[in-house]
């Protein structure tokens, strides 16, 4: 009896140590399980001080990706690449850039939940082009995400689309 407890005891402390020791735990975000990024206390890790760059509008149900206009491709300025980027500056501001506008704001996030409130202002006021409405008018409708190695997305329409975001350096 001894012995069987004995080896219960072990192999529930190494489970607790295996479990404790990961860096990512699983979530579902709607599209099937996926892994959500922990820190190094493993808790799920900050957005704070993380710069992503739009690759499109993904429609969850079918996985179609549309590019969102202008790229460089289809009209080079000098800061180009900054059109539809998001840096996420503290636990509760960030910046981002449409295709010709730089906007600020404040987000709240529930780790357990998923959700994401998003909160935007334009700091520059210039006429957008090609989808530069379409990425502010997105903003304000987005109310979960998900965040997987160096992918970020962004939910918005109850789920059925995203804005998938890949991690760039400062």
């Given amino acids: 009896m001894k012995k069987i407890i004995k080896k219960t005891v072990f192999l529930l402390a190494m489970a607790i140590a ?15 399980t996926t892994e959500m990024i922990n820190g190094d206390d493993g808790q799920p890790a900050s ?12 429609d969850a149900k079918t996985g179609v990706l549309s590019i ?3 790229t460089c491709e289809t009209f080079y300025t000098p800061n180009c690449e900054s059109r539809y980027t998001l840096m996420f500056e503290t636990d509760s501001t960030f910046f981002a850039f449409s295709s ?8 709240k996030i529930d780790y357990e939940k998923q959700s994401i409130q998003i909160f935007i202002s334009l700091m520059t006021y210039v006429g957008e082009m090609g989808d530069g409405e379409l990425w502010q008018d997105i903003f304000p409708s987005i109310e979960y995400y998900s965040l997987q190695e160096n992918k970020l997305k962004l939910y918005y329409n109850e789920k059925n689309n995203y804005l998938l975001f890949r991690q760039i350096q400062p």
Avoid: F, H, I
Wanted: net charge negative.
């Fill in 18 to 32: 295996v479990a404790g020791c990961g860096s990512s735990v699983e979530m579902n975000d709607g599209e099937g």
């Fill in 47 to 58: 957005l704070r001080g993380t710069q992503w760059k739009l690759e499109g509008s993904v």
């Fill in 68 to 70: 969102l206009e202008p």
């Fill in 100 to 107: 010709t506008n730089k906007m600020n704001g404040n987000y």
